[in-house]
């Protein structure tokens, strides 16, 4: 068809975005919240296989035509209720009209009740609970952090009930809302003598698979230190990497969680898998230098890991019109 003797030229800067031809690349769009902009940056710039972007829940739902293409969902947890209300009414258009769709939004747990049902199935041998809820921990020492946030708790380790008391009265008077305080109950075990270890699996669609380790001299492991870690623990991480051996177990907390798309944060106590969080929008990157050889060699399994999850999850399809009732008044 010749497109342009079928449509006004005026129309066509319009449509153009929003068309998809049959041999096309599939897309995949990962839908954020304004702080989730740029996790997924490195992903967008490294696939060839499938056409990438990255859109905030505000501009989705302010438009009247979207992109035919794999949905992701992601930044629940930074949504408020109402907020959530207008993605789930998304996520079900989206559906309703045939587009493949990852992370359903109206189920999605938060991380107090997400840690409650992975000790209650017997994941976790820790527990978490809401400041509300006014139940002393089963288990010391614990710390308290918020609901919501990726960034360092709000505490040190504390070891008895007035502690835990006097840490909360501080968090509330810096302003954090007791509704999203809560205690969580301390598992963590060192790799070797003062070293620690997070541990990190994708799931993406119906593809699983491994992440890098970091590695801390702290038990509050998050972005690591360089050259922390010995040559072996690299070449164990290869292993993990390569055999995804904590994949059952990992599965099973994915399926808990009802997650499609996301990294399940853990770490090894006692030889049993302990999931701390599942994050919706990692930070993706593909880093290619690093003095150990076998940890180069896990970057670009990884990163053929996950371009190749990604490939099969996005799809081709036609572009959709949302009703006006979906489109939002207030920024997301």
Known sequence: MNLHAHVPQQYLSYLLPYMILPFGKPRLIYLVSPRGTKTH??????????????LSYDEALSRRH???????????????PPQLRL??????HLRAQGLSVLNDPARAPTRA??????????????????????VRPQRWPV???AEGSHTAPLSGLL?????????????ICAGFSAACLIIVEYAAEPVK???????ASFRFGKTEFAHLCVHDDNWLVK?????????????????????????????????IAGMEYGRADFGMVNGRVQIYEINSNPTVSFPTEHPAPDRIVSYSLFRRNYLDALEAAASRSSSIMLPRPLIASKHL
């Not at 007035?162 to 009265?169: A, M």
């Not at 003598?193 to 541990?199: D, Q």
């Open 159 to 171: 070891h008895a009930w007035d502690e835990v008391r006097l840490s909360v009265d501080s968090a």
């Open 143 to 145: 710390f308290i952090r």
């Open 193 to 199: 003598p003062g070293l620690y270890r997070k541990l």
């Open 66 to 80: 979207l992109k035919g293409a794999t949905y992701v969902f992601t930044d629940m947890d930074r949504l408020s």
């Open 113 to 134: 009740g997400l840690l409650r049902m992975l000790h209650e199935a017997g994941i976790n041998d820790f527990n978490a609970y809401r400041v509300e809820e006014q």
């Open 223 to 255: 972005y690591g230190k360089i050259g922390i870690a010995p040559r072996e623990l690299y070449a164990d991480e290869l292993r993990i990497v390569r055999d995804n051996p904590h994949a059952e177990t990992v599965s099973r907390a994915f399926d």
């Open 41 to 54: 940056l490195a992903v967008r710039k490294a696939s060839k296989g499938a056409w990438i972007d990255i």
């Open 87 to 92: 993605a789930a009414a998304l996520y079900r």
